[in-house]
C-alpha cells in the first residue's frame, strides 16, 4: 500500500504502511490482532506467517472485479474446479486432479510444438 500526502493518516505497521481510514471506527479504524497479523477494519486481515492478505468482499482492479476476472481465465482454460474439503477426506482426489494437470500440460506443450513445426 502506499503511502498518502498526510503521514498523520498512516501507520507504518511492520514495513507496511497502512492508510487508518475514517469510518464509523474513527480516525483509526486498524485493529493489532497478533505479532505475526492485523486487522484492518472488518473485512481485511493481514498475516506475516504465512504471509496472507485475506479480503472478505470484492477486489477491484482497475474497474474489473478480480473474482470474476479469475472465474473467466479458469473457464477459457478449462481448469477443473477443486473441492478443498473433499480432497482432504479423499486425497486420491487430490492426486487425481495433480495427475490430470500434469498430463494436460505434457499435452497442451506437444501440441504447439507440433502446431509450430
Known sequence: MS??????N???????NVIAGGGS????????TTTSGYTLGEHITLNNNPATLEVKGKIIHNGR???ERLEAIER????PERDPELEKEFPKLKKAYDAYMHELG????????????
Open 106 to 117: 505434457k499435452y497442451r506443450t506437444w501440441k504447439r510444438l507440433k502446431d509450430e513445426y
Open 76 to 79: 477459457v482454460l478449462m481448469i
Open 3 to 8: 503511502n498518502t500526502s498526510n503521514p498523520a
Open 10 to 16: 498512516s501507520k507504518n505497521l511492520y514495513n507496511l
Open 25 to 32: 471506527g474513527g480516525a483509526n479504524n486498524y485493529t493489532y
Open 65 to 67: 472485479d478480480l473474482e
